[in-house]
């Protein structure tokens, strides 16, 4: 009995296993502890491993790794269509099995400890920024009902922190208090975004890819230490624009007998990445009638011809494609 491909089917106390030799005949079928998951795999001889990408994926992927197992990540809506079946641990690990041998199949890169603790810093900052934004929210509705509005973005927030803080003799002091709690709640998160942007700038400057892609226009440290988090230089993209499609932000197609047709961006993919990105091209388009040369030529051609939501997401999509080049060759940022 030889095993040649194994899917693992990964939960929080139980993992499932599927193995299948070179003639595709099950030869392993077995549900193991979470305890005992690792023994077992070390016990079998080196082969390749088929996993969803959930919760833990990474962590197992890793640990794999270091047995000898060749370690495949995949989207978890790639492998359900080799489900055969009712959806249970066995069937599952059986369509990682499947799903991992396609030679079409795509597969995610499997993150560092190091990767991982960078995209931390951008999750948690991400859910605060979140919980910031409702908290504000909340609090416009509250002193909207007592005839207080201002404008939006920051500047209007400010004011309206100002009349929480000078409405004592306008509001009871019962809606003031609670007032008083959604504004702690909000300078809370404010304190804590900003430490995370501390941590964020630091390890742009102190990380070699970051500080190379940091060069490029609409590239700031977020996006310049989220990039290499989800990006490395051997990753699994063969080209800068399959990152892309990865990214979401390519067009949509809809083509049948011959006739091409496009619409938007697909919006697959990574949201926060595609996020920043998003926001980083905006920036770029937005002071691109003031410069000349290089890809500003480009941009204004395009803002001739094009609304500016389109240049946005085109420039969005360059600007994907140069930083995949600039990680897996090793290049710099070149403004010509």
Request: charged share 25%; with cysteine.
């Amino acid at each position: 009995m030889t095993i040649m491909v194994i899917g693992v089917d990964i939960a929080k106390n139980v993992f499932q296993l599927h193995g299948v030799d070179e003639a595709g005949e099950v030869v392993l079928s077995k549900q193991l502890r979470r305890i005992d998951f690792l023994a077992e795999m070390s016990r079998v001889p080196p082969c390749l491993v088929g996993m969803e990408a959930g919760s833990g994926a990474h962590h197992w992927a890793r640990c794999l790794r270091e047995r000898g197992h060749e370690v495949r990540l995949m989207p978890p809506q790639y492998v359900r269509p080799y489900l055969k079946g009712n959806k249970r641990d066995a069937t599952d690990a059986a369509a990682c099995c499947e799903a991992v041998q396609r030679p079409h199949m795509r597969f995610i890169p499997i993150k560092s400890e190091a990767q991982q603790a960078t995209l931390m810093i951008h999750r948690v900052r991400d859910h605060f920024i979140r919980r910031r934004t409702g908290a504000i929210n909340a609090l416009r509705g509250h002193l909207a009902e007592f005839g207080l509005v201002s404008a939006s973005q920051r500047a209007g927030l400010n004011r309206l922190l100002q009349s929480v803080e000078e409405a004592e003799h306008i509001m009871p002091n019962e809606v003031l208090e609670l007032l008083g709690m959604i504004t702690a709640e909000i300078r809370g998160y404010d304190k804590a975004i900003a430490e995370l942007d501390k941590k964020l700038k630091q390890l742009c400057k102190t990380e070699n890819v970051s500080r190379r892609l940091k060069e490029m226009p609409g590239v700031g440290p977020v996006i310049a230490t989220a990039m290499p988090a989800f990006l490395t230089a051997n990753g699994l993209f063969e080209s800068g624009s399959a990152f892309a499609a990865w990214l979401g932000i390519t067009p949509r197609q809809h083509s049948s007998g011959g006739k091409e047709r496009t619409f938007g961006i697909t919006k697959q993919g990574n949201t926060y990445l595609r996020r920043q990105l998003i926001n980083g091209a905006r920036a770029v388009v937005r002071t691109a009638r003031r410069r000349q040369g290089g890809i500003w030529d480009w941009i204004n051609t395009l803002l001739d011809r094009r609304h500016f939501n389109v240049v946005t997401v085109a420039v969005a999509n360059k600007m994907a494609r140069i930083m995949w080049a600039m990680i897996t060759k090793g290049t710099t940022f070149k403004a010509t």
